[in-house]
T-cell receptor, first 113, second 114 residues
C-alpha cells in the first residue's frame, strides 16, 4: 500500500520568499504522486502530478515538485510566495484501488506581508 | 462545465435529525467519491461509485450513513440519525474513465450537528 507523510502541519513564510512544503512517500514501487491545494472554504484543486515521465514537475501558480526516489520525497516548492498562496496543501497518493486518492494530513501555508 | 455541484453548502441541524447531502458530478464522469474532512482525521474517503454502482464503502463510519447514486448525474449521502461527531465538511468529487489520477472536487457541504 502507498502512503504519504507531510512533515510540517504549518509553514509560515514572508511574501516574496521561497516556499518549501515537505512530503515523504512510502511505496513498494514507483508511485504516482500529487499535490492538491485547498483555499479557505473551497474544494480541493489539483496543483501538479508526478507519473514517472519527468522527476521535476511543474504545476499551476508557479509551484513545482521534484520526485527523489533516493530520498522517497516529493517536496513542493515555489521561488517567491504570494499572499494568494495562503492555503492548505495536501500530498496525495492513489489508494489501493487506484481510483480513489489517499490524502496526507495537510500543511497549512501562511504568507505574511 | 459547471464543475461538481454540492448542496447544501451549509447545514445546521440537531442531534437525531436526518441529513441529506447532494451532489451533481461533472457530466461524463464515471466515478463519484464522497470524502469527509475534519480537523482530527483529515480527509477520509467514505465511499465511491463507478457507473452508479458502489465499489468501496469500507470508509462509511457506521450504519447511520448511507449513499446512493440513482443515476449518472446525482448522488446523495444520508445520515440518519445524525450525531454531533458527524460535524464535518463533506466533499463530493468526480473523475473520468481515463486514469489520470485527478479528482474534481465540489466546494463541500459544511455540516454542524448540535
Amino acid at each position: 500500500a502507498q502512503s504519504v507523510t507531510q512533515l510540517d502541519s504549518h509553514v509560515s513564510v514572508s511574501e516574496g520568499t521561497p516556499v518549501l512544503l515537505r512530503c515523504n512517500y512510502s511505496s513498494s514501487y514507483s508511485p504516482s504522486l500529487f499535490w492538491y491545494v485547498q483555499h479557505p472554504n473551497k474544494g480541493l484543486q489539483l496543483l501538479l502530478k508526478y507519473t514517472s515521465a519527468a522527476t521535476l514537475v511543474k504545476g499551476i501558480n508557479g509551484f513545482e515538485a521534484e520526485f527523489k526516489k533516493s530520498e522517497t520525497s516529493f517536496h513542493l516548492t515555489k521561488p517567491s510566495a504570494h499572499m494568494s498562496d495562503a492555503a492548505e496543501y495536501f500530498c496525495v497518493v492513489p489508494g489501493n484501488s487506484g481510483y480513489a486518492l489517499n490524502f496526507g494530513k495537510g500543511t497549512s501555508l501562511l504568507v505574511t506581508p | 462545465d459547471a464543475g461538481v455541484i454540492q448542496s447544501p453548502r451549509h447545514e445546521v441541524t440537531e442531534m437525531g435529525q436526518e441529513v441529506t447531502l447532494r451532489c451533481k458530478p461533472i457530466s461524463g464522469h464515471d466515478y463519484l467519491f464522497w470524502y469527509r474532512q475534519t480537523m482530527m482525521r483529515g480527509l477520509e474517503l467514505l465511499i465511491y461509485f463507478n457507473n452508479n454502482v458502489p465499489i468501496d464503502d469500507s470508509g462509511m463510519p457506521e450504519d447511520r450513513f448511507s449513499a446512493k447514486m440513482p443515476n449518472a448525474s446525482f448522488s446523495t449521502l444520508k445520515i440518519q440519525p445524525s450525531e454531533p461527531r458527524d460535524s464535518a465538511v463533506y466533499f463530493c468529487a468526480s473523475r473520468g474513465r481515463m486514469n489520470t489520477g485527478e479528482l474534481f472536487f465540489g466546494e463541500g457541504s459544511r455540516l454542524t450537528v448540535l
